[in-house]
């Protein structure tokens, strides 16, 4: 067995990097901490937070894509809430939106259950497995270099597009936005929709 990279990244800073010239994209986040580190990063009306429905934030940013398919959409989701939906990523790559990016940050933990180590820690290549279902592109991070290049694949290159970016387990602390599902669904309709949204 091939020795384990060692992984510097941290999350926090990843996130906000990937964030910070997002202009008016539409961001998904998933379970937990992508969900704690955009808001970190800048809470913002075209942030769609999802706090339950683990699995669901892939086929959430697969529907948006296709409703909304002349605005850029970016799911943010860590590797545990991207194994539980594994499935989503064939019916992606069937739909095939060429505005789709999945990035999920992957620390190898399930994060929100006592940082027990995912597939993800035991060789398993979600990289892989999305070229697999027919991904336009699809990549593996593991530096900050990385990062920077893998970034205009997320806003640029035709979808679906899926980056895998590996992140360090060090401590950083909750930043909570919004809970209130409601409120969460109706600022980013009228965020998308402006005055459509209460037709």
Not at 17 to 46: E, K, Q
Not at 121 to 127: K, N
Not at 132 to 155: C, M, N, Q, R
Request: proline letters at 4%; hydrophobic letters at 40%.
């Amino acid at each position: 067995m091939a020795a384990k990279k060692k992984i510097t990244l941290n999350r926090r800073n990843v996130v906000s990097r990937i964030v910070r010239d997002r202009g008016h994209v539409l961001i998904v986040t998933g379970l937990g901490s992508t969900t704690w580190d955009a808001a970190a990063a800048g809470d913002h009306p075209n942030n769609f937070y999802l706090w339950g429905g683990m699995g669901g934030a892939a086929v959430t940013g697969l529907g948006l894509a296709r409703a909304q398919p002349g605005r850029r959409v970016i799911v943010l989701t860590g590797d545990g809430e991207m194994l539980m939906g594994i499935g989503s990523l064939a019916t992606i790559g069937v739909a095939a939106p060429p505005n789709l990016a999945i990035c999920v940050i992957d620390n190898q933990r399930y994060g929100e259950t006592g940082m027990q180590e995912t597939h993800t820690g035991h060789g398993v290549d979600l990289a892989a497995m999305a070229a697999g279902a027919g991904f336009a592109h699809t990549e593996t991070v593991w530096t900050k270099k990385d990062v920077e290049s893998a970034i205009p694949h997320l806003y640029e290159t035709e979808g679906p597009v899926f980056v895998d970016i590996k992140v360090n387990t060090d401590y950083v602390p909750m930043v909570l936005p919004m809970r209130d599902g409601t409120a969460i669904r109706s600022r980013f309709r009228e965020a998308v929709l402006g005055d459509r949204a209460f037709d």
